[in-house]
């Protein structure tokens, strides 16, 4: 059986009862980072063996976890934070699973663009998830391009290297719609900045930026007419 477990994007006490138990009975852990999975084992006492399933060698491990599993094996798939398959590894995984005819299903938790979606203030009922835009300007101008005419609250994920050009690129896209951006969701200095994307442009200026920031952006309301 294979295990997607969902895990804490920031505070760790976010672990479900029955996510804990699953990584406790499984074989075997496929960490997006070993390290980082073992703060969290630790926490809760799990002694069980990893190894390394991330975006460089997903192509080389995934094969060889099959194989256990088609060995009878049982294997958690845990990432960084969240959700496995969303925005980090996971999804080549359960795909070679699922065409292998193997069992799998997914032990639910936390997803920052939820959270941040729901504190937004922005409509929820009907959502695009984009995940990271493109590093480069002009496919990342062409990316938002395509959701230029969309009713529907888009979110992203962005990094702290690039997020006033993803504004600024924004502004010039979709115009100066409400906006809302997340950090530091569960933690304890989590922050939500609600506004225009020109007054959250101004804001980050001076605002000291680190980790990734979920983004919520207002949809065309033109669309809606």
Same mark, same amino acid.
């Given at each position: 059986m294979?295990?997607?477990v969902a895990t804490?994007?920031?505070?760790?006490?976010?672990?479900?009862?029955?996510?804990?138990?699953v990584l406790r009975t499984v074989d075997l852990? #496929?960490?997006?980072? $070993?390290?980082?999975?073992?703060? %969290? /084992?630790?926490?809760?006492?799990i002694s069980k063996p990893q190894v390394a399933l991330n975006v460089v060698n997903e192509k080389? @491990? $995934?094969?060889? /976890?099959?194989?256990? /599993? %088609?060995?009878?094996?049982n294997i958690a798939l845990v990432t960084s934070a969240g959700t496995p398959g969303i925005s980090d590894?996971? &999804?080549? %995984? %359960?795909h070679e699973a699922i065409r292998n005819d193997l069992s799998a299903t997914i032990i639910p938790g936390p997803t920052a663009a939820i959270m941040a979606l729901l504190l937004s203030d922005l409509p929820p009922h009907s959502f695009t998830f984009r995940g990271f835009p493109p590093h480069k300007e002009g496919p990342r101008k062409r990316f938002l391009q395509v959701d230029a005419d969309s009713p529907h609250t888009l979110i992203f994920y962005e990094s702290p290297y690039r997020l006033q050009?993803?504004?600024q690129n924004a502004l010039e896209v979709f115009g100066d719609r409400r906006? #809302?951006? #997340?950090n530091d969701l569960t933690k304890k200095?989590? $922050? @939500? &900045?609600?506004?225009?994307?020109s007054e959250m442009i101004e804001k980050f200026k001076d605002e000291k930026i680190r980790g990734e920031y979920c983004v919520v952006i207002a949809g065309n309301r033109d669309g809606l007419d």
């Open positions: 294979l295990y997607l804490p994007i920031g505070n760790l006490g976010d672990m479900t009862f029955r996510a804990v138990e852990i #496929a960490s997006e980072d $070993t390290r980082k999975t073992s703060i %969290l /084992l630790r926490r809760y006492e080389k @491990v $995934t094969p060889k /976890l099959i194989d256990m /599993l %088609l060995e009878g094996k590894p996971g &999804y080549l %995984l %359960l050009t993803f504004l906006i #809302a951006i #997340a200095f989590e $922050t @939500v &900045y609600r506004g225009s994307i």
